[in-house]
């Protein structure tokens, strides 16, 4: 089992849409979780981070974490073809706390 | 301008030809990472270092050494590549301090190894 999983899609939303990107992790003491942006052919950019169970909003954008479920989400709202990239879960604490595991990304696509 | 520089953007070398990717920081950043970047296989931790003379392995450490002299230097040194290391490479940094854990990325050395 890969430590930090996601789906990599593509996932296609209209504009305007919620755009629902998931991530599970492996290690329970995970403590820290990210979640990164990447343009194709450029390299990622942090989003959110969240450290505590239930939703963190900011913008657009809401993280929400479940660590009973080892489960964290990224919802966009108002989805924008600018939204169109490569969406990264980063953990740390899986491994040591200097350790930050990466997921696979998933790829979304905001269809005009 | 904060930022993470990486150079060589771009190199294509031989097999078995010592390489070194340059990574500086301007940030006073404590934490240094590389990671290489490879399709279906994501972002993967290569070296960290949490200060200067502090380095441990990632989690595919094998055919790379890193130093770290300085706080804002972290070359990643290919001893002897092979057409496995091709890849893209990414130099990130962290002020851990913060709390955030957050990562500054440099743009990534895309390396062919033939």
């Known amino acids: 089992q890969k430590e930090v999983e996601q789906n990599s899609g593509p996932l296609s939303v209209p504009e305007g849409a919620i755009a629902s990107l998931n991530c599970t992790y492996s290690?329970?003491?995970?403590?820290?979780f990210f979640w990164y942006r990447q343009y194709s052919g450029k390299s990622p950019e942090l989003i959110m981070f969240?450290?505590?169970?239930g939703d963190k909003e900011d913008g657009r954008f809401t993280a929400q974490l479940n660590k009973a479920s080892q489960y964290v989400s990224l919802l966009i709202r108002d989805s924008q073809p600018s939204d169109s990239a490569t969406y990264l879960c980063?953990?740390?604490?899986?491994?040591?706390?200097?350790?930050?595991?990466f997921g696979t990304g998933t790829k979304l696509q905001v269809i005009p | 301008e904060a930022q993470v520089t990486q150079n060589p953007r771009y190199l294509i070398t031989v097999t078995g030809k010592k390489l070194t990717v340059t990574c500086s920081q301007n940030?006073?950043?404590?934490?240094m990472s590389w990671y290489r970047q490879d399709p279906g296989l994501g972002l993967r931790q290569i070296y960290y270092?949490?200060?200067?003379?502090?380095?441990d392995k990632g989690d595919v450490p094998e055919g790379y050494k890193v130093s770290r002299k300085e706080k804002r230097n972290f070359p990643l040194i290919l001893e002897s590549p092979s057409p496995n290391q091709t890849s893209l490479y990414f130099c990130?940094?962290?002020?851990?301090?913060?709390?955030?854990?957050?990562?500054?990325f440099g743009e990534g050395s895309r390396l062919t190894v033939l």
């Open positions: 270092s949490m200060n200067v003379e502090v380095t």
């Open positions: 990130a940094s962290s002020l851990w301090s913060s709390g955030t854990g957050e990562l500054f």
């Open positions: 969240i450290y505590s169970n």
């Open positions: 980063a953990v740390n604490g899986a491994g040591g706390y200097q350790k930050v595991t």
């Open positions: 940030m006073n950043h404590e934490y």
């Open positions: 290690d329970r003491g995970s403590q820290s």
